[in-house]
């Protein structure tokens, strides 16, 4: 059998981690703030680091939370402000492990029908008039799983049915300043500051071990999650965030995404190649940046049959029902990753997925 | 006024934090495995140092989970296993962060009265035949706040009654390794593996900063916690326990137990001292490790009036209240932890509360 390309989760391409850099600001770190970050303490983050994104999002340091990933970050979200009565709104297909957070907080979880430029607003609505959600949980540039990214005026209208109703918009950002063609588009928070909750983290920029996930909110979302990070977890993992800080004061992470993109940038591009040859038609929509493109299989074609013949071929996929409230609306629904894929293994990747579809 | 002394939260003193040695292993673990604990993975914790612990105690890394912070372990295991309609039995007073995870469940939380010696386990029985709890939170050595240490008669009863009632016992032990005084005990689990999840964490005998928290358990209950583990927040914080498994293969941790036991165990007789000279009588049990003594207030006072009157000495006092599910039944109860404390500034400090008690 063929050596095995693994297309299954979202993962930065190990060599691209700046080791050197985060051995020299660990110790950095450790050797000017020892005492404060090996103890307990800073549970809304490392306090120089909450400045930092502060300044970075021009709002208050009261305005910023950080926590050990933004999905856990989410987590605390959902069990603060969903509980079984409540509805929470959610891009279907949505990225799996938000879809199992959403529901975990006992939440009636309604999938909203992606297209190309986002959600189908006809559909939001209609699901508003039956009772608006407490939470719509967002991923509106280059999203996961889909690629997609939401047009300006979706995000303004979403944004105006949040103050309308008054609901909060997780409005989850992680591949935003990974766009490799085309301009950015302003994110729902620019429209209603005070109904989003903008959460982004370093897992696709710099490093997901470290865990550095953060959220821009209202103060009073911030001091929500403050009580319960600390009912939780006391603080979150500070050496972590101080090995971050000192990097981020380097002022290495720009040049570190402009280097992700000439990486990543010809991947996205080589795997559209691939699938306009060997698979014409089947791209949902054309990716401008982030980790995924996700294609609809021909008609004829199934899960089922899909994973099957897979391992046959050397090839690991993720099951596209994952990403679905109703399963059975993903059976043709595939997400692919390409950061972690060199292009020649891309094409050969796809070359094995379009010989084992009917 | 006099400078502050602050007699609330049992933290290490930093001034014992290894830091030197620490930036080493930062180093050592980034340079040859930074493409590891950089990268998603690893929902059980960093597989080497799981390794580690599983040799520790002798058991399967299956039987190993490691998280940020053993309080979050608990948070996993209360939502796991607790939810309304169940009980879980506290010792009362207990851990205040562990009763509000503990109630967060939804769960009934029992409070057994604590004896110089552990539980009364004439209520623990009475409790029992109610209803047997899912689960019972026990901090069996130098137990916070009360610094008591559980006897092995009544650890073999506890753990009798958790095989022949099937409830899991927490018990929390980080204290255990920091005995001045006296013999160890054999902890609960060794009574009854199978029922016990016995959690501990590097926090009392390293640095709190790292987050460092474990538990032991059954396979079955270890696969729940990676499963929870996994969908809130992927995998812990990798580079922080990256960092400590490092620390650990050289072998520095037993050291470094035994000069906190140096720096520590003085610090209690200390605190005893004073305590006998100042307040005679109060003490509720004399410990023999741990981070806490404790006292019973004379009779006549009360917290309110307690901590009215300590501002103005330039005291900080952890309300006793706030330990008691029932907090009226704390109203004459002080935790007092003695490991960050110079002994001259605890007698100060001690010299002080005699001042303010009727």
Known sequence: MADLI???RGNPDPAAFPIQALVRCSEENLKRDGKVVLQYGHAPGYAPLREWFARQYAVKPANIFMGNSSLEILNFLTQIELKPGTRAFVESPSYD??????????????????????????????????????????VADFQNPMGTTT?????????????????????????????????????????????????SSLSKVLAPGVRMGYVVA??????KLVRYALDTYIGPVLTAQGMVYEYLCTGALEPNIEKLKKLYGPRLDGALASLDKYLPGTIIARPEGGY???????????????LARAEGVGL??????????TPADGDRFLRIPFCQIAPDEMEEAIRRLAGILD
């Open 6 to 8: 693994n297309l299954t």
């Open 292 to 306: 995924f493109v996700s294609i609809t299989l021909p008609q004829g074609n199934s899960m089922d049959k899909l």
């Open 97 to 138: 492990r938000a879809n199992t957070l959403l529901r975990r907080s006992g939440a009636e979880v309604v999938g909203i029908p992606m297209e190309a430029d986002g959600m189908n607003l006809a559909i939001f609505e209609k699901e508003l008039q039956k009772g608006p959600p407490a939470l719509a949980y967002v």
């Open 151 to 199: 047009s300006e005026a979706k995000r303004k209208q979403v944004a105006a049915w949040a103050q309308q109703y008054g609901f909060w918009i997780a409005e989850d950002a992680p591949y935003r300043q990974l766009r490799y063609h085309g301009q950015a588009v302003p994110t729902i928070m620019s429209f209603a500051p005070d109904r989003v909750l903008h959460m």
């Open 316 to 325: 690991k996929l993720s099951d596209g029902r994952g990403f679905y409230l």
């Open 218 to 223: 209202p103060e009073a979302v911030v001091e």
